[in-house]
């Protein structure tokens, strides 16, 4: 009897072994996986890596700004957000906070609201150069991004957002001699409580996805190896 149930045992354990194998076989079997082709004409997440161009001026270089969103559970519901801008430019003078390097890095979170909506809130931070002695730059604005964002039907991230800026240093705006205080007073990198913004306005971006592309053919490269 002994040996009887040991053999029933190993049976069992080996059993449930092959079952567990059976199903990526069968999926594999089946071809449910997509080509590449095909899973860019089918994903519908916000997950992903997107890029949004801008430019302000025909004289102004065309801006990039590069997006990440990652999903946070396995639900679909909330996803971190980083964000940064290649080729960022330098602020002169803007309400008395000149020589302020745009963007560092920017940090989020995107939480769905609806079937096809999500609210976001996105922080980041600017400093001066960094000095000669090669101690850290001083940080001189804090500002948030909030909005909501949907996917358009054309898979493009669309977002409807509106800017908030924080000063970290006293500013003066004019010459009036007027001085508008810190606004993150403790320097933690978070505004004050309570404190108003600097400056608000809306700011709207649309991202185009980087998807999945096919090998070039090196030969028709001007230069290839």
């Known amino acids: 009897m002994k040996g009887t149930r040991t053999f ?6 080996y059993g449930l072994l092959l079952s567990l194998l059976t199903v990526p076989l069968v999926m594999a079997a089946a ?4 080509s590449w082709q095909e899973y860019n004409a089918s994903n519908t997440s916000i997950a992903g890596v997107w890029i949004s161009t801008q430019q302000n001026s025909p004289e102004d270089n065309v801006w990039i700004w590069t997006e990440t969103l990652t999903p946070l559970d396995n639900t679909g519901t909330r996803y971190a957000y980083r964000g940064s801008g290649p080729n960022g430019s ?3 003078g803007m309400l008395g906070l000149s020589g302020v390097r745009v963007p ?5 979170e995107f939480v769905q609201t609806g079937e096809d909506e999500y609210y976001f809130t996105i922080i980041c931070h600017a400093a001066s150069a960094i000095p000669e002695e090669n101690a850290h730059g001083e940080l001189k604005w804090v500002w948030y991004w909030t909005g909501t964002a949907h996917l358009s039907e054309e898979g493009t991230l669309v977002k409807d957002g509106l800017w908030q800026f924080y000063n970290s240093v006293d500013v003066s705006p004019d010459d009036s001699g007027a001085v508008i205080a810190d606004k993150d007073v403790d320097d933690d ?5 309570d404190a ?3 400056l608000c306005g809306a700011w709207p971006m649309e991202s185009k996805r980087v ?6 053919v090196k030969e028709t490269a001007d230069f290839y190896y």
């Open 90 to 92: 330098v602020h002169e």
């Open 8 to 13: 029933a045992g190993t049976i069992g354990r």
């Open 104 to 108: 560092g890095q920017a940090l989020g």
């Open 196 to 198: 108003a913004p600097l």
């Open 31 to 34: 071809s449910v996986f997509p």
């Open 189 to 193: 990198g978070f505004p004050d409580e």
């Open 211 to 216: 998807e999945l592309q096919p090998q070039a």
